[in-house]
């Protein structure tokens, strides 16, 4: 009898083992072998047929919701920041300009936009589908001169599972050459990335400033001299480059795209070692087991998992503190488009004197050209300041001061 109840236990305490085991193992994985993804497969719903929790999680950037600072409704941005319209005069962002819906939304919201056109390049697509790696591999350099509205007659996802990992082993992989190469140049190879570092650069493929390349539209992250604004600022001047001459001030100008991972980058979390997806992507758990929210929205609606794991204070102060900074980031941020936009029409109305000093003119429209950038810098950044306060507040403040010196020449001209 004692070896019964022996080995009873013994089996007992083997179920016991496994059920713990079972549900502490910090992952969601399936028994399924992973092999079963395929390269090609690039509907995210086949993968979430063997990564059921994660697939409900990326299912709700389906919803829309607006929040203090942007959200993911589609908002035109001239209701919330007129001054666009003229800041971006003569360029495809006067004409449309939307709050961002969120991945799911990339390719709809994309071909939809009134700044693309028959001849928009195929450079445009890069970050808006999983299927663009296949399209970069098959047409090699010809993808990013082929016109957008050709390459995405036969795209059928936006941003999904493919682009992060690799369905082989799931592991997190870069699938954008761009950003490869960007970092190969300030001496880090991305294959030899560790877990953590990894959580961040899948997303820094795409949350970054890029520009095309003249006559190729190779799409190029300007980072040779560094990552902040004015180390970018000094790369574009090496070879004058602007993305078009404003109709009013008739100076160049450069379109900020959305520097986030810049901006993380030599912000407080950055410095810390607080990767994205331990913010954006935080981890879950449901039935017992653990996995990564693939819900990319504000950690504000996940504070708890998104914040409290590294801060004690409770909820709503935290959010205090986050909007308090966005506040006055977005306050200072309308006050000085204002500035700017009176210094484009300062310089109009000095082109218009025949007296004018032209040496004082070209003076004024390089310094517009300055303040918009630093403006843009956090007006296209998508943490409305939150990312690295200090730098969103210093950018803005030398934008102001560009601006008020732009005005100053200009009406100094005549």
């Known amino acids: 009898m004692k070896k019964i109840r022996f080995g009873i236990l013994m089996v007992l305490m083997g179920l016991v083992i496994s059920f713990l085991a079972a549900g502490c193992s910090g992952s969601s994985e399936p028994a399924a072998v992973k092999g079963g993804i395929t390269e090609n497969e690039l509907d995210p719903a086949v993968w979430g047929e063997i990564y059921p929790i994660e697939y409900q999680s990326y299912l709700k950037n389906n919803q829309q919701s607006k929040t203090e600072f942007g959200g993911s409704e589609k908002e035109s941005k001239f209701i919330t920041e007129p001054e666009i319209r003229e800041l971006f005069k003569g360029y ?5 300009y939307n709050e961002d819906r969120g991945h799911t939304y990339a390719m709809e919201d994309l071909l939809s936009s009134k700044r693309v056109g028959d001849q928009t390049p195929g450079s445009c697509l890069t970050c808006k589908s999983p299927a663009v790696p296949k399209l970069m591999k098959n047409l090699g350099a010809a993808y990013y001169t082929t016109p957008l509205k050709d390459l995405a007659k036969d795209v059928k996802h936006a941003i999904a599972c493919s682009d992060c990992h690799d369905p082989a082993s799931m592991d997190l992989r870069v699938t954008r050459p761009a950003f490869a190469e960007a970092m190969q140049k300030q001496g880090i190879d991305v294959k030899k990335a560790s877990k953590q ?218």
């Open 92 to 96: 495809g962002f006067s004409k449309d």
């Open 197 to 414: 570092d990894m959580r961040t650069y899948v997303c820094a493929q795409c949350h970054v400033e890029y520009y095309f390349e003249k006559n190729t539209s190779v799409v190029t992250y300007p980072w040779d001299k560094g990552l902040e604004p004015d180390q970018i600022e000094k790369y574009y001047d090496s070879f004058t480059f602007s993305d078009w001459q404003h109709p009013d001030s008739q100076a160049p100008m450069r379109k900020v795209q959305h520097p986030e991972f810049e901006t993380w980058s030599t912000g407080v979390h950055g410095s810390a070692g607080v990767s994205c997806a331990d913010c954006h992507m935080p981890y879950m758990r449901e039935d017992g087991k653990k996995y990564s929210s693939h819900w990319w929205t504000s950690p504000l609606k996940t504070i708890e998992v998104s914040c409290q794991t590294c801060h004690d204070q409770d909820a709503e102060w935290l959010k205090e503190r986050v909007l308090n900074t966005q506040e006055r980031t977005q306050e200072t941020q309308q006050r000085t488009s204002k500035v700017i936009v009176r210094a484009h029409q300062a310089i109009k109305t000095a082109l218009a004197k025949q007296e004018a000093d032209q040496s004082k003119i070209k003076e004024a429209q390089e310094m517009v050209s300055k303040a918009q950038w630093y403006w843009d810098w956090v007006a296209a950044e998508n943490s409305r300041g939150f990312h690295n306060p200090v730098q969103a507040l210093d950018s803005l403040g030398q934008a102001a001061d560009y601006g008020y010196r732009a005005i100053e020449l200009a009406e100094g001209s005549y």
